[in-house]
């Protein structure tokens, strides 16, 4: 009996020390995996917020070596399916980066409508441009997922599938125009797979992200730094970016017209020091800027060339119109005061990048509202960049 109760004992203790020995294992895996990333977020927590999100997107791309798959941001024209404007576009951009990491891809960027975006943009931080080498022996596939057929992936967005059940090939061509950061910040471990996406604010995502991405070429850098030299007169300006929708001057656009009171406008502009500032007004509309001209001719400036929406053809040059509305984009981003209409998605991009929190007002109705970077989605819900428009 004495003899058996030691086997017991032993057997016991031989039990205990292995069921100890696997979970020191199975504790050293979890930590190894995680180790990583929990130094990213103590990292994260010790530095500005600039600096944090660089410090993490520099960290992830630099394991793109390792990555088989790939994700690429698709405008082609080659699939002849529109890819809207601007915003839309940057809204696509900054989504389809979001999913690279979700599903472990390396990302890219394949833009080349109306023009080549390299010719204009190029990468800062990172090399984001496309080559089809990629495709040799590889599967590939495209996924256009615009506006609502969004909800062909919403379970992967919010709900914390696996985008790799949906997107199968090697390689993944997206197209998508929406701003999904509120959704994504629902997934069950969102804090865990992209700390910066819980912790900073909409605006300051796209601010970052954009600026890492992102610089002028010498072609639209010389012609924003001509534009400056010869068009400016004071050395504060003004700016209001008025958002018509379908007009005259663009009668393919797809937004439907909208009657903004122009005298809210040319009041605040009265308003104005015209011995301190200059005024730029960005519109899709030829008779709203022909308007600012003849009420302000002294102050008014103005980007040259024939204003165009980038995804409708017309017999001007694509080139020319694409570089005239990025330089519009970087004047608003660069604006003393700014005034954005409810219905641009072009200016409330330009307000999140913008460098400064201050003199910016959203245009609703009759009413010009102080509001910043972080209160203009509170102020303009609707759109892109927050509640999706019901059709």
């Known amino acids: 009996m004495i003899v058996s109760t030691k086997a017991s004992y032993r057997l016991v203790m031989i039990l205990l020390s292995i069921n100890i020995i696997v979970l020191v294992v199975e504790y050293k895996f979890t930590h190894a995996n995680n180790s990583k990333r929990e130094n990213q977020k103590r990292q994260f927590a010790n530095i500005s917020r600039p600096k944090a999100l660089e410090s993490y997107l520099l960290q992830h791309m630099s394991d793109n070596g390792q990555r088989t798959k790939y994700l690429v941001y698709e405008c082609a024209r080659s699939r002849e399916t529109p890819c809207y404007g601007w915003s839309d576009r940057i809204a696509g951009i900054v989504t389809t980066f979001i999913i690279s990491i979700l599903s472990n891809r390396h990302f890219l960027i394949h833009f080349d409508t109306p023009c080549l975006l390299q010719d204009y943009l190029i990468p800062n931080h990172y090399d984001w441009r496309y080559n089809s080498s990629i495709l040799v022996n590889k599967t590939s596939s495209f996924h256009d997922i615009k506006n609502w057929d969004y909800k062909k992936i919403d379970k992967y967005i919010s709900g914390g599938s696996d985008f790799n059940e949906h997107f199968r090939t090697d390689i993944v061509f997206l197209l998508i125009n929406w701003d999904f950061i509120s959704e994504f910040r629902k997934r069950p471990n ?9 912790q900073f604010h909409q605006s300051d995502i796209y601010k970052d992200f954009y600026k890492f991405l992102f610089k002028l070429t010498n072609v639209s850098g010389n012609a924003l730094a001509h534009h400056e030299k010869t068009r400016r007169k004071r050395k504060k300006i003004a700016c209001a970016h008025v958002r018509i929708g ?26 104005v020091n015209r011995d ?23 102050n008014v400036i103005d980007t040259p060339g024939k204003i165009t929406h980038i995804d409708q053809h017309t017999d001007s040059d694509p080139a020319d119109g694409f570089l005239k509305q990025l330089l519009d ?28 929190n201050y003199e910016l007002y959203c245009w609703v109705g009759r009413d010009l509202i102080p509001c910043s970077r972080y209160t203009v989605n509170d102020i303009m819900p609707i759109g892109k960049f927050g509640i999706k428009p019901v059709w």
């Open 276 to 298: 301190e500032f200059d005024f730029f007004v960005a519109s899709d509309s030829d008779s709203v800027k022909t308007d600012a001209k003849k009420r302000y001719p002294d």
């Open 246 to 271: 379908r007009n005259p001057t663009i009668p393919q656009d797809t937004g439907n017209p909208v009657k903004l009171p122009l005298d809210v406008l040319w009041k605040y502009f009265d308003s």
């Open 190 to 198: 969102i804090a865990n797979d992209i700390p910066w996406i819980s």
């Open 329 to 356: 984009f970087y004047i608003l981003m660069r604006c003393d005061k700014l005034i954005i209409s409810e219905n641009s998605g072009f200016g409330m991009l330009a307000a999140f990048i913008r460098n400064t």
